[in-house]
């Protein structure tokens, strides 16, 4: 029996596999250990009497809804090292008992409202390592009981500046190692109970909106900061650059107030046409540009206006800051998008706006509408406009199918053309075959001939020629009265007659 005791002692020790442990996972009395094994999901299967959840180092993209419901006892939860894009509005909201929460290394860019909702006990948030871009306001505003937030390492470049509202008990704040230029003083007021503040590896902006950071370091705020985290540099103006902030006055923080240019300050647009309207702006620090349309009192609207069907004017970047310039964009423009607008730019030093006013001509477009019956007479010069078919006129379509007939016309005709002239070669290359004894008229070689004997002939070139025939009968039929000596002197046979001797001369 005494053998026997270590051996029971060591096995309340050793690890557990109960049945509702997941498979590779390890299980002890309220604690699952599923980290490096490569999960792309949460594993089904986690006891709900879990009170700490190790997923750490795996490939999780996405916490689906529902996954993390069965474990309300959880206490600590541990995502660090995976791949999570977002988080859902809600993720968290069956954790009510959650305290820690580390999501360090993953690829979030931004925050929705609500994703945090329901985590009234958590006590620390780890957020960095990932790609936060913006924190907007109210992110946070359901971790009244949070003391420690860490967002180091990230790419915020703006914190709104209702960002940390509710985190009345953060002690402490990590915003080191980002891209902030600036901060506001408005976005720090929520943080009553805050001691350690980290803001150094910034590029920090030295210009007058900064100028309260300095004031409030100096007066009080340095109990916040370590020495390290005091060493605030300063990475514009040039002038500035590798500054501290601490070392720098006052009167060197100054702000340029914008000032904005649109031309034209009018413009008339066709109905269905395309606009972009550009609004430039300068100052220091760059102004945020944002365009905004100007709303009407419904009395005062164009009686079309109110006609129309569903007119709302859409901008390109409507709400949305531009740096430096900003453009309006209007695609199919309709007599909704008639009206006054305006481009605000605004720094820190303050702000500046522009009217502009679109005109919408209605009148142009009803040309290529079909005419409807008439009412009333409409004259003579009237009707030709409206039923005008300009090429021009037509649509793009049309235009393309009446280019490409002429073009296939054009094709034909010149393929008859080049036809008629191959033919017409061929009519002078070929000629019949001479007769047999053919001989051209400048061979005397075969002995005299008659006029009988001559043929008109054209060569394979046109040139035309006289050749002589010797298959046609050299002498006329008939009696000929010549001396019989004469026959004789020529070598003839006896009786056979010759004509007198006649020359001829044959020209080509």
Sequence with gaps: MASRAPAL????????????????????????????????????GIPPGTQTLFLQDNSITRLEPGTLAPLASLRHLYLHNNSLHALESGAFRAQPRLLELALTGNRLRGLRGGAFAGLAQLRVLYLAGNQLVRLLDFTFLHLPRLQELHLQENNIELLEDQALAGLSSLALLDLSRNQLGTISQEALQPLASLQVLRLTENPWRCDCALHWLGAWI?????????????????????????????????S?????????????????????????????????????????KVSQPRENRPQAQAQLEGGVASLGRHGAPDTGSGML???????????????????????????FRLLVNATRPHRLAPLAPATRPIGHEQQHEAGSMAFRALGLATQTAIAAAIALLALTALLLAAMICRRRRRRKKARAPPGEGTLFVNDYSDGPCTFAQLEEFRDERGHEMFVIDRSKPLFVEGPVDAPEDRSTAEGLAPGFHLPPRVAYEIHC
């Excluded at 690890?15 to 490569?38: I, M, Q």
């Excluded at 300050?265 to 309207?277: H, P, Q």
């Excluded at 695609?331 to 500046?352: P, V």
Aim: one cysteine or more; a neutral charge; glycine letters at 8%.
């Design 9 to 44: 002692l060591l096995l309340l020790f050793l690890p557990s596999h109960p049945e509702g442990c997941p498979a590779a996972c390890h299980c002890y009395s309220a604690t699952v250990e599923c980290g490096a094994l490569r999960l792309r999901v949460v594993p089904q």
């Design 252 to 292: 060197s923080l100054i702000c340029i107030p914008p000032s904005v240019h649109v031309e034209p300050l009018e413009v008339t647009a066709n109905l269905g046409e395309d606009l972009r309207v550009a609004c430039q702006a300068s100052g220091y620090p760059q102004p945020l540009v944002t365009w905004r």
């Design 218 to 250: 100096k007066e009080g705020g340095q109990r916040l900061l370590s020495s390290r985290d005091k060493k605030i540099m300063c990475a514009e103006p040039p002038r500035l650059a590798l500054q501290s902030l601490l070392d720098v006055s006052g």
């Design 329 to 355: 964009f209007l695609t199919n423009i309709t007599l909704a998008h008639a009206g006054k607008y305006e481009c605000e730019a605004a720094n820190a030093g303050g702000a500046a706006r522009v009217p």
